[in-house]
């Protein structure tokens, strides 16, 4: 059996228990900004949902003190950036403390020092609670390729250097905690596409473009406008940043795409053509379903890996009927003709080759 990666090490550190009461001091003391708080659920740090007198809304989190400064500082620097050179673009802006900075240390009650930082809230109902449509999908993959449009001119030092287990580039590193993963159908999918990884993906990623992304769109991070669900009015959660493959980024915003009314070529193909044509190349196409799926088998070995070293935390859901459903979609991007049909959608849509 393999040793785990180091890369795993901050997914088996808890978060500090911060309580509403302890996030409403912070807030005021910190920031002046006097607000009822409620936790929002997190992977690995502490959020709260913060609301003042005055209607104001705003994001509360504290780091988890295992994350590596370097990458906390680069989450901040990115969404300054978009802020300079796209400031149309609905993402959280950051809250300056009042004597300046983005960033202020709090010691929890266990002598623990953790980090606290505050964001702007945005409004809107997440995607995976809106009703799919055409029009949706093509906002969503529109609103992908402007923020990576947006992050294309961004440089920070630690994204060399920080490995983000949630990152696709790393999947092969999944080897070392499969054993976390006790359902055997799963165990097997895993293996299967990793060995295909290896053979099919990497020697072309490589000759691919490779920037600072968001690394993880899903169903809970890019919203929608409460009044027209074909209007995507935010992304949220830029805890997942990395320096990868743009074809990696792409794949993981697709494996969420709601085509609950369309079938999923179908789907895809309205997703590429918001994202546009010639954006990709066909033989980075090609490659989308296999990557998708590998996407949900990470997924659920992460899950696996998060209840296997953190067996009391809820936010980690494992059960066989999970288990069961994202074999089930893993089947559905692996059947025979849907790679010719995607390809076939995005020809007749102008893609390059």
């Known amino acids: 059996?393999?040793?785990?990666?180091?890369?795993?090490?901050?997914?088996?550190?808890?978060?500090?228990?911060?309580?509403?009461?302890?996030?409403?001091?912070v807030a005021q003391e910190r920031w002046g900004v006097e607000a009822v708080a409620r936790v929002l659920p997190g992977e690995r740090d502490r959020n709260?949902?913060?609301?003042?007198?005055?209607?104001?809304?705003?994001?509360?989190?504290?780091?988890?003190?295992?994350?590596?400064?370097?990458?906390?500082?680069?989450?901040?620097?990115?969404?300054?950036?978009?802020?300079?050179?796209?400031?149309?673009?609905?993402?959280?802006?950051?809250?300056?403390?009042?004597?300046?900075?983005?960033?202020?240390?709090?010691?929890?009650?266990?002598?623990?020092?953790?980090?606290?930082?505050?964001?702007?809230?945005?409004?809107?109902?997440?995607?995976?609670?809106?009703?799919?449509?055409?029009?949706?999908?093509?906002?969503?993959?529109?609103?992908?390729?402007?923020?990576?449009?947006?992050?294309?001119?961004?440089?920070?030092?630690?994204?060399?250097?920080?490995?983000?287990?949630?990152?696709?580039?790393?999947?092969?590193?999944?080897?070392?905690?499969?054993?976390?993963v006790r359902h055997e159908g799963a165990r097997r999918a895993l293996g299967a596409l990793l060995d295909w990884f290896a053979r099919d993906v990497v020697p072309v990623v490589a000759g691919l473009p490779r920037q600072i992304v968001h690394n993880d769109l899903n169903r809970m991070n890019v919203l929608v406008d409460p009044a027209d669900h074909a209007r995507i009015a935010g992304i949220i959660d830029f805890g997942d940043i990395a320096e990868t493959a743009v074809l990696y980024d792409v794949a993981i915003a697709a494996v969420q795409l709601p085509v609950g009314d369309v079938g999923l070529a179908e789907g895809l193909g309205d997703f590429l053509l918001g994202y546009g044509a010639g954006r990709l190349g066909r033989e980075a196409v090609a490659l989308l379903p296999g990557l998708m799926a590998l996407r949900l088998a990470l997924g659920m070995t992460l899950a696996s890996w998060h209840r296997h070293t953190q067996p009391d935390n809820p936010h980690f859901d494992v059960s066989d009927a999970v288990f069961e459903r994202r074999l089930g979609v893993i089947a559905g991007l692996q059947e025979p003709g849907l790679v010719a049909a995607v390809l076939e959608g995005y020809g007749r849509d102008g893609g390059g080759v």
């Open 1 to 25: 059996m393999a040793r785990p990666s180091p890369i795993f090490d901050v997914m088996a550190a808890l978060p500090l228990d911060v309580s509403a009461a302890e996030a409403e001091a």
């Open 48 to 180: 709260f949902h913060l609301r003042d007198r005055a209607g104001r809304e705003f994001v509360l989190k504290f780091a988890n003190p295992a994350e590596d400064a370097g990458f906390r500082a680069m989450q901040i620097a990115a969404l300054r950036h978009i802020e300079r050179v796209d400031p149309g673009l609905d993402v959280p802006r950051m809250v300056a403390l009042p004597g300046g900075g983005f960033e202020t240390a709090v010691r929890h009650r266990s002598g623990a020092v953790q980090q606290a930082r505050l964001l702007s809230w945005l409004q809107g109902v997440p995607i995976g609670e809106a009703a799919p449509g055409r029009a949706q999908r093509e906002a969503y993959g529109a609103a992908l390729a402007r923020l990576q449009d947006a992050l294309a001119s961004f440089r920070d030092p630690a994204a060399a250097g920080h490995e983000m287990a949630w990152d696709l580039q790393h999947a092969p590193k999944l080897a070392g905690i499969a054993f976390a």
